[in-house]
């Protein structure tokens, strides 16, 4: 398959996604300017397999490379600071270029640091996830605080994304779910053709070609949301669908135990279920369910209590006022926003639990 | 005076800095938006005098204050991680408002937890040094790292700028001092007129009107160009006129030995000292420095080492790799960059350290 490009308009400047098999191999021809530095960030799991391939990819410039743990864990306020002491202790300059090589872990917390290292470096994301897709996109990028997820950041686009699709092949069942968890979501707020399509993949007999195209459908319709409305107004909390739950389940869970697509895969039926019940339309459960099935997605509510779910989901930051907003959908490709009471959203949980196990 | 109103246009959005007498006693007129909560963040030094008056002034909304220690030190990624933890446990949503209320420190820290929480939350300026006229607008915020000064921070304009000329008579003599040395570049890097009438304030007999005016014209020359060149590329480097010397000379000497603006003055001195030489034109040297002197300028060179400065120099951020950007004046008004060798800087130094005494 041929490399793709799709051209993104953020406020401040325009950029490049380029999808392609092999392109980390040709990094430097994507370079938008003649850098005095590149520093590459990855994590621990990358390093071994593709850090040298762009390594030799950016000769001969002057390169540093640092590798940290894997993991949510490390989006945290010391990674970030020690990163900006390595910067300071390397005298990056402005005229620096970061790139970040790995999943959506590294690019918000290498994105974060390129957006705030003497207030804003060039910087480049290489993802090698698929969920990745959705995180190198949009130009938020943010570190966690201990009391909750992503609460430090900013909006800073990067100067090209990079992306590797051969770097896919060697991720675990469990991170291929988590990403076309959000590949999912993004067909589901906009066509319906594409969202079936979606579901004729069996991540068993996943093919480069397919995988392309599949990113490159979802970086389409998350760059064309985010262009029309970069600061999340109205149309970027679309992308938000399924992630009132998705993120309450996993910050009941602890981190960790469901990835962040796993729990909004369990999300987008809630979201699906709710939507039912409020419009009284036909939406695609059972399609649904049965496609995360197949795919060994874990669909179970974990016996977590409904109550506690509920605080969460009004902890949730884009919550204003401290009301719980839900994106819902109509129908395939019309989502709508919609605010639910305490009472509804508890109801809509007893009965989604019965009806995940089949009752 | 009437109050005075400049609007600036920001990459992301309009704004007006007002300035007036008292008007921190209509903050609430000011804010663009219907706030959920404001919080407010001053020091100690200046809660005691003007704290109660902006509470007031934004009754009946919802606001809670935080009073940090006053003084550069504040500026660091402990009171940053502070206040954002205070953000959070205060339950901050997207739309809520900070206010800064003090000097460039409070600004620049201020607006860095505006800029990186939640990715973002509106804020206001509401300047109370003279200095700060120059920290308020450009949308530059930060905070230090112990390797060096504003090193991490970010581009993120405020929502207003209140400027209430009032608060200033409350200054000590060296904090005018240091905020009219800026006033005094602007001049130097814009238009020869305003530079002399500039010459004629005797800070023993400053009126409210005097400051305003002085105030005003700064804040019109900063914002014009930053307007046209927001992100530091060509023009906004002329506002570094004076700072070679000044920001190696506060590194130097430890911060706090000279307020910024003081070493700012020195600074400037120099730069006309290097012009002189560099272009063979006559610039008000012995003007300025009877200025300086007339109200107190501390003018030695504390007999730093001058080998000490040069590398001091050279570490300046601004400096792409490595060698030194110099911000000339080839005459009053037409300020222009120049690299300078290190052999060539330290014949100056010695030549300006002479000339500084006298001989
Ligand atoms: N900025 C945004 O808009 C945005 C959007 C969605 C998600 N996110 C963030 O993204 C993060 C999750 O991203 P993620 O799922 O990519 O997590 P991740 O970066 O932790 O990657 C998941 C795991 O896969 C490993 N890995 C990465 N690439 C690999 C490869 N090619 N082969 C083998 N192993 C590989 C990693 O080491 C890690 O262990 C979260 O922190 C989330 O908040 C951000
Ligand atoms: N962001 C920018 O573009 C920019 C530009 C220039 C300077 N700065 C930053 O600004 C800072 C210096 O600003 P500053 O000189 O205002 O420092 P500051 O905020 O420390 O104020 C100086 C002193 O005056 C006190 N004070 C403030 N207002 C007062 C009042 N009305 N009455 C009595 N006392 C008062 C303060 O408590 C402090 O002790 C530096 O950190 C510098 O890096 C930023
Ligand atoms: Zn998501
Ligand atoms: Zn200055």
């Known amino acids: 398959m041929e490399t793709a490009e799709i051209k993104v308009q953020a406020s401040t400047h325009a950029y490049s996604i380029v999808i392609g098999e092999g392109i980390r191999k040709q990094t430097k021809q994507y370079l938008t300017k003649d850098y005095s530095f590149v520093w590459i960030i990855t994590d621990e799991n990358v390093a071994p397999l593709y850090l040298s391939d762009v390594l030799e990819a950016c000769s001969p410039l002057q390169v540093h490379h640092t590798v940290i743990p894997a993991g949510e864990q490390t989006k945290s306020t010391d990674y970030y600071y020690q990163l900006l002491t390595e910067a300071i202790e390397h005298n990056l300059d402005r005229s620096?270029?970061?790139?970040?090589?790995?999943?959506?872990?590294?690019?918000?917390?290498?994105?974060?640091?390129?957006?705030?290292?003497?207030?804003?470096?060039?910087?480049?994301?290489?993802?090698?996830?698929?969920?990745?897709h959705d995180s190198s996109v949009g130009g938020k990028v943010a570190i966690n605080?201990?009391?909750?997820?992503?609460?430090?950041?900013?909006?800073?686009?990067?100067?090209?994304?990079?992306?590797?699709?051969?770097?896919?092949?060697?991720?675990?069942?469990?991170?291929?779910?988590?990403?076309?968890?959000?590949?999912?979501?993004?067909?589901?707020?906009?066509?319906?053709?594409?969202?079936?399509?979606?579901?004729?993949?069996?991540?068993?007999?996943?093919?480069?070609?397919?995988?392309?195209?599949?990113?490159?459908?979802?970086?389409?319709?998350?760059?064309?949301?985010?262009?029309?409305?970069?600061?999340?107004?109205?149309?970027?909390?679309?992308?938000?669908?399924?992630?009132?739950?998705?993120?309450?389940?996993?910050?009941?869970?602890?981190?960790?135990?469901?990835?962040?697509?796993?729990?909004?895969?369990?999300?987008?039926?809630?979201?699906?279920?709710v939507s039912e019940s409020v419009y009284d339309n036909h939406l695609p459960f059972s399609e649904l369910k049965q496609w995360l099935q197949n795919n060994n997605y874990p669909l179970e509510l974990h016996s977590v209590d409904q109550q506690a779910i509920l605080a969460k989901m009004k902890n949730d930051k884009k919550n204003k006022h401290q009301s719980i907003q839900m994106v819902l959908l109509e129908q395939i490709g019309k989502p709508i926003i919609k605010q639910i009471t305490d009472e509804d959203m508890l109801y809509y949980l007893s009965s989604f639990e019965r009806k995940l196990v089949g009752e």
């Open 145 to 273: 605080h201990p009391l909750g997820k992503n609460l430090i950041g900013s909006f800073y686009a990067p100067q090209a994304v990079i992306y590797d699709v051969e770097t896919l092949f060697t991720l675990n069942k469990k991170e291929i779910r988590s990403g076309y968890a959000e590949l999912v979501k993004e067909a589901l707020i906009s066509d319906e053709a594409i969202f079936y399509s979606f579901l004729n993949t069996d991540f068993q007999a996943l093919s480069k070609a397919t995988v392309q195209e599949h990113i490159h459908i979802g970086i389409q319709i998350k760059a064309h949301v985010v262009e029309t409305d970069e600061k999340e107004a109205d149309m970027r909390k679309y992308l938000n669908l399924g992630h009132t739950l998705g993120h309450a389940l996993e910050a009941q869970l602890g981190y960790g135990t469901l990835t962040h697509g796993e729990a909004v895969a369990i999300g987008l039926l809630f979201a699906i279920h």
């Open 96 to 132: 620096s270029l970061l790139i970040a090589l790995g999943g959506g872990v590294i690019g918000d917390l290498a994105g974060f640091v390129a957006a705030t290292y003497m207030r804003g470096i060039d910087y480049i994301q290489m993802p090698t996830t698929i969920l990745a």
